[in-house]
């Protein structure tokens, strides 16, 4: 049954620095998303892509973030400037058109 | 703006009994639901969904789940859980538009099993 990928499974990072975190959705997909969950917390949309660029996004996409799917396999998800409370889990999705699978997220730790 | 609750933060239930995880969602057409199972350490498996028709869904590992407009909720029953169910359940709702649009969850039930 095909999976969505996430790579890494875990980053740990310095406050400032960049980080990409890498998904491979399900290869039929046409909507792709990112998603976060801070510890003990509910998990939180972040951004939507489709047809090479950004559907939707929440007010905590703010300019630090960025998506790009560089060719037609991998969506990334760029955060430029890393701060504490960036320490999360973030997971990607992806769907034909309205059941989202998941990937098994990648866990940042910002120090 | 649509959201969901799920009232019950933790939940305890012997090896054996049946189970029942509550959801109300807040949203001014019909919704879209969804429940997501997320094991320790892993990501969210999808267990149902309801679209449309009958309002009685069943889902994988034997969960199902019953929409009901009028109290808008969508709660999840297990008529037998079994010490593998222990997890944390994700109530979501999205918009019926679909597409582009992201979920809306709630903050989760964490299920725990006795043995």
């Known amino acids: 049954e095909p999976e969505v990928t996430q790579t890494p499974s875990h980053q740990v990072t310095q406050m400032g620095q960049e980080v990409i975190l890498r998904c491979v959705p399900i290869?039929?997909?046409?909507?792709f998303y990112w998603y976060r969950q801070i510890l003990g917390q509910k998990v939180e949309f972040l951004v939507s892509?489709?047809?090479?660029?950004?559907?939707?996004k929440s007010e905590i996409f703010d300019d630090q973030f960025s998506v790009e799917r560089p060719d037609g396999s991998n969506f990334t998800l760029k955060i430029r400037s890393t701060k504490l409370e960036d320490s999360a889990m973030y997971f990607c999705?992806?769907?034909?058109?309205?059941?989202?699978?998941f990937g098994p997220g990648t866990r940042l730790l910002v120090l | 703006a649509q959201s969901v609750t799920q009232p019950d933060i933790h939940i305890t239930v012997s090896e054996g009994a049946s189970l029942e995880l509550r959801c109300n969602y807040s949203y001014g057409a019909t919704p879209y639901l969804f429940w997501y199972v997320q094991s320790p350490g892993q990501g969210l498996q999808l267990l149902l969904k309801y679209f449309s028709g009958d309002t009685l869904v069943q889902g994988i590992k034997g969960f199902e789940a019953e929409f009901k407009r009028s109290q808008s909720s969508f709660n999840l029953r297990k008529p037998s859980v079994h010490w593998s169910d222990a997890a944390e359940y994700f109530c979501?709702?999205?918009?019926?538009?679909?597409?582009?649009?992201?979920?809306?969850f709630g903050k989760g039930t964490h299920l725990i099993i006795q043995p």
């Open positions: 999705a992806s769907t034909v058109i309205e059941t989202q699978y």
């Open positions: 979501a709702v999205l918009n019926s538009g679909g597409g582009a649009d992201g979920l809306t």
């Open positions: 290869s039929n997909h046409l909507y």
């Open positions: 892509f489709y047809n090479n660029e950004i559907s939707e």
